[in-house]
């Protein structure tokens, strides 16, 4: 079992940047893949970036509306994910929420991954 805790965050102006980080307990996540969702109001969950394991190590992918302005990193030492966010827009305003899928692959499907952990709210103000 993985448990995933997120934090950071908060509300922030346009423009502005966030961090987000998820810290992960149970299992190294070393072997995971992990990946930021998001969810506004009214609006499905959707996608926003992975950090996959491959053969030759590992590969990130990013939704088309954040490339450019997020960047998901790991560090296996301290078992956390991080998302920095910049250039933030409203629409960015949602629930972020980090989830872990055993094995390798850039998979960009909510239900392929079998860890998530609770969210945390970003809102980002006009």
């Known amino acids: 079992q993985v448990q995933l805790v997120e934090s950071g965050g908060r509300l922030v102006q346009a423009g502005g940047s966030l961090r987000l980080s998820c810290v992960a307990s149970?299992?190294?996540?070393?072997?995971?893949?992990v990946a930021w969702f998001r969810q506004a109001p009214g609006k499905e969950r959707e996608f926003v970036a992975v950090d996959g394991r491959t053969w030759s190590g590992s590969m990130t992918a990013y939704a088309d509306s954040v490339k450019g302005r997020f960047a998901i990193s790991r560090d296996n030492a301290k078992n956390t994910v991080t998302l920095q966010m910049s250039s933030l827009k409203p629409e960015d305003t949602a629930v972020y929420y980090c989830?872990?899928?055993w094995g390798r692959g850039l998979s960009e499907r909510g239900d392929e991954y079998d860890y998530w952990g609770q969210g945390t709210q970003v809102t980002v103000s006009s």
């Open positions: 989830a872990a899928k």
């Open positions: 149970g299992r190294s996540v070393s072997s995971y893949g």
